[in-house]
């Protein structure tokens, strides 16, 4: 009995890696988990990947998003069945509220988080920064400058890219009638999550990134740590 063909190997090893990452996978991760340097040959080997995937009609599908990457994911069909088998929340409600102001910012002064957010969340901002979502860059006036990162954008399952990432975030308050951030003023936001809210945005928001994004199989319960570069 012969073993699997060359092309067959491949796929298994292409299907192997996106599952075990747990996260979409750039063009340069493909290519060494494929043994080529040929950008063509690895997108035609995710094209047919996804189409075996898909002929299964299973669970999964194979998805490849605006920036290139490439993801394992569930397909969403299954979103609202798999909530209540989802890991916890990465963060509580008091980070998600400076992590979102950060997204929505960035890149921000840390001196103007500390002014809209309160003193309280410097602890929070060295979490944040050793778990790997955002990035602080030293400034020449002995401050920092925040962004976030490539692994909060695959956790919440935003662009690696700030811009868009904001323009996603907008999308998602418009659709939740949250209007406030977009009233011209950083002062604004913390009406957003003030007691009481007309627009109920504190829950909402919470809701949304409480949860992982990215629909991948595994989720992402484990963080990297803090990295060495912004978003990209």
């Known amino acids: 009995m012969s073993g699997p063909s060359s092309l067959d190997a491949r796929l298994c090893s292409l299907e192997a890696a996106l599952y075990s990452a747990g996260r979409p996978l750039g063009l340069e991760d493909l290519k060494s988990v494929l043994g080529s340097t040929s ?40 979103d609202d069945m798999v909530k209540q088998f989802s890991h916890r929340p990465l963060l509580s409600a008091g980070p998600l509220r400076t992590l979102s102001y950060i997204a929505f910012h960035q890149p921000v002064d840390q001196r103007q988080v500390i002014a809209d957010r309160g003193a309280h969340v410097y602890g929070s901002l060295r979490m944040m920064e050793n778990m790997g979502l955002i990035h602080r860059e030293r400034t ?33 308050f418009r659709e939740l009638k949250i209007h ?18 007309e627009a109920g945005g504190l829950e909402d ?28």
């Open 205 to 232: 928001v919470e809701s949304f990134l409480a949860d992982s994004g990215d629909g991948l199989p595994e989720g992402l319960p484990e963080y990297p740590g803090a990295p060495h570069e912004g978003s990209k």
């Open 140 to 172: 020449e006036d002995r401050s920092f400058v925040i962004t976030t990162t490539a692994f909060f954008g695959d956790y919440f399952g935003f662009s690696h890219s700030p811009d868009k990432s904001k323009l996603e975030l907008k999308r998602i």
């Open 180 to 197: 406030k951030l977009e009233n011209g003023g950083l002062n604004g936001f913390e009406d957003l999550f003030a007691e009481g809210d």
């Open 39 to 78: 950008e063509r040959r690895v997108t035609k080997l995710v094209g047919q990947l996804a189409g075996r995937i898909a002929r299964r009609g299973g669970a999964l599908e194979v998805a490849t998003h605006d920036d290139g990457r490439v993801s394992l994911q569930l397909r969403e069909s299954f």
